[in-house]
């Protein structure tokens, strides 16, 4: 599953942002056609800094692999 659904919620067919602009909701619709492409670039253009905080390098060192 996307990550883009932990920022979006899906009402009468369309997917609202929900990032927090201050006091207000984004709420940019997008219509659910089953693509995150557009919500994500929202996410990526208008909102970098939550995509950031979600996304954080691992830290943990895996054994080698052969």
């Known amino acids: 599953m996307s ?3 932990d920022f979006y ?3 009468d067919g369309y997917n ?3 990032v927090k602009n ?3 909701f984004c ?3 997008y219509k659910n056609n ?3 492409t557009n919500m994500l670039n929202h ?3 208008k909102h970098p800094t939550v995509l ?3 996304i954080e390098p691992c830290s943990e060192t895996v054994g080698s692999i052969k």
């Open 27 to 29: 709420n940019v619709k």
């Open 9 to 11: 919620v899906t009402k």
């Open 3 to 5: 990550i883009v659904w």
């Open 43 to 45: 996410l990526k253009s």
């Open 22 to 24: 201050g006091d207000k």
């Open 16 to 18: 609202y942002c929900q």
């Open 52 to 54: 950031n905080k979600k």
């Open 34 to 36: 089953n693509s995150t």
